[in-house]
C-alpha cells in the first residue's frame, strides 16, 4: 500500500496510519497576537458553551484575530467604564491624598461593577 495518495474528487492528499488513509489536513497560518485576560475568559467561554462557533473561528484560522479584537475592545470599555464611574461618584485624587483607604474601597467597589459590565456585554454575551 502507499504511503501517501491523492484524491481527485475531493483534491485531498491522504497518508496511510495503519490500516486506514487520514487526510492531510493544516491549519491555515494565523499571525499570533497576545491576548490578554478578557480575551481567555471569552475564549474559555466559547470552548464550554459555543462550540460551533468556536470550532468555526478555529478552522478558519481566525480565533486568535477574533479574540485579540475582543480583548481590547473590553479592555477600552473597562478603562473608560471606570473613568467615568470615577468622575460621576466624585472619588478624586484629592480624595486619594486625603484617605487613602477611603479612595481604595471606592475604586475597588467600581472596578468590581465595571468588570460586571463587560463580562455581562462582551464576554459572556
Not at 458553551?49 to 479574540?67: A, D, F, I, M, W
Amino acid at each position: 500500500m502507499k504511503k501517501v495518495i491523492y484524491d481527485e474528487k475531493n483534491g485531498l492528499w491522504y497518508e496511510l496510519q495503519g490500516d486506514y488513509y487520514i487526510p492531510c489536513l493544516k491549519l491555515p497560518e494565523e499571525e499570533q497576537q497576545p491576548i490578554g485576560i478578557w480575551g481567555q475568559r471569552h475564549l474559555r467561554y466559547i470552548k464550554q458553551n459555543r462550540k460551533v462557533l468556536y470550532l468555526n473561528l478555529l478552522t478558519s484560522g481566525k480565533l486568535n484575530g477574533y479574540l485579540a479584537d475582543l480583548d481590547k475592545q473590553a479592555d477600552e470599555m473597562f478603562s473608560l467604564l471606570v473613568k467615568q464611574m470615577a468622575e460621576s461618584e466624585g472619588v478624586t485624587e484629592q480624595l486619594k491624598a486625603d484617605n487613602q483607604m477611603e479612595w481604595v474601597d471606592q475604586m475597588n467597589n467600581i472596578r468590581g461593577r465595571a468588570t460586571e459590565m463587560v463580562n455581562t456585554d462582551l464576554i459572556y454575551g
